[in-house]
């Protein structure tokens, strides 16, 4: 993965907090399954280009649900925008596959993290 400006260490750094705390994200900890890194997703063989730096699979109301997790660790114009771009192909996989799963960004502002869910 390309990072942009020597992002790394504080994309690393999100990663890590969402990790060891997915109440972050809405998910408690007992009910969390499975969590996998940078989990590619494919479409007849061919995968698109997006890839979730978190794939979260967790006990919900309706059985299994998934999360997928999309980190920006900056948060100028262009890097929402990426975001949001990501974020919509993450949203079309969902959508043609029929899946029990939502998209969530995660980008840093002056108060904390800020979630952008899709």
């Not at 942009?4 to 998910?27: C, T, V």
């Amino acid at each position: 993965m390309a990072y942009l400006r020597g992002s790394w260490q504080r994309h690393e750094e999100l990663k890590a907090e969402l990790l060891a705390n997915p109440e972050l994200l809405g998910i408690a900890k007992k009910d969390v399954i499975e969590i996998q890194e940078e989990y590619p997703l494919s479409r007849r063989k061919r995968t698109v280009f997006a890839r979730p730096d978190l794939s979260i699979t967790y006990r919900c109301e309706r059985g299994i649900c998934r999360t997928f997790v999309e980190i920006k660790s900056g948060n100028c114009k262009r890097a929402r925008q990426n975001l949001a771009w990501q974020l919509a192909k993450i949203n079309k996989f969902i959508r043609h596959h029929n899946l029990h799963a939502s998209a969530v960004g995660v980008c840093p502002s002056a108060s904390g993290l800020e979630l952008i869910v899709l």
